[in-house]
């Protein structure tokens, strides 16, 4: 069983995806093995917020040059999570058909995103 600190790696800060939190939706990049089940759960473990997609992109190392010397860099993933901006509490019906309400609290954002370290 792998950590989600093993799975998301690092947020990937552009301009496309700093427009895009405003819309609820945030990119890292993640673990090259990893599934989206397991994306929408480290996030949901890691920032305590409701994940409704999670799309991933798969890309390629590019080959570099320094001097005379030649080599591919690592390949990556990127995963787009969107998340859900208003969280509404749960509600259910029990055995005896009585509605209860059940008050998964939510984040409505991560605030995490994007600081520098």
């Not at 989600?4 to 609820?24: F, R, V, Y």
């Amino acid at each position: 069983m792998r950590l989600p600190q093993d799975i998301i790696l690092k947020p990937h800060i552009t301009e496309k995806s700093n427009m895009e939190i405003a819309a609820g939706k945030y990119t890292f990049v993640v673990d090259i093995n990893s599934t989206k089940t397991e994306i929408k759960k480290a996030v949901e473990a890691l920032f305590s917020v409701k994940v409704l997609q999670v799309n991933t992109m798969k890309y390629e190392g590019k080959v570099k040059r320094n001097g005379v010397h030649e080599g591919p860099r690592a390949d990556w993933k990127k995963a787009v999570v969107k998340i859900d901006t208003d969280p509404k509490p749960e509600s259910y019906l029990t055995k005896g058909g009585k509605a209860v309400s059940n008050n998964k609290k939510y984040k409505s954002s991560i605030e995490e995103f994007g600081v520098a370290q």
